[in-house]
């Protein structure tokens, strides 16, 4: 299995910064091959925010492009969040997902919230 765990979420104004932080662990670690920041705002559907993949291919989603970047470990026991010049609009619950190669396919942490007020 995998397990996920997010930090680093937190209040803060627009324009400033946060780092999220996801640690990675278990047994199949060595089978995943994706991961991914997802953001759910109440009402709104859980989007895709930025994923990057085995071979440190990144996609953003446009909302964010220009002031997120998504970083991993190689042996994918982190991967991070920066987020730069944060809006009100990023304000949501941030989590972490991995994609296996194995059964179960995907793996999604808890999350995180980030509010950003303006």
């Known amino acids: 299995q995998v397990q996920l765990v997010e930090s680093g979420g937190g209040s803060v104004e627009a324009g400033e910064s946060l780092r999220l932080s996801c640690e990675v662990s278990?047994?199949?670690?060595?089978?995943?091959?994706?991961m991914a920041w997802y953001r759910q705002s109440p009402g709104r559907q859980r989007e895709l925010v930025a994923s990057i993949t085995s071979g440190g291919d990144t996609n953003y989603a446009d909302s964010v492009k220009g002031r997120f970047t998504i970083v991993r470990d190689t042996a994918w026991r982190s991967m991070y969040l920066q987020m730069d010049s944060l809006k009100a609009d990023d304000t949501a619950a941030y989590y972490c997902h991995a994609t296996s190669a194995l059964d179960p396919p995907q793996y999604w942490g808890r999350g995180t919230q980030v509010t950003v007020s303006s």
């Open positions: 278990g047994s199949r670690v060595y089978s995943v091959y994706k």
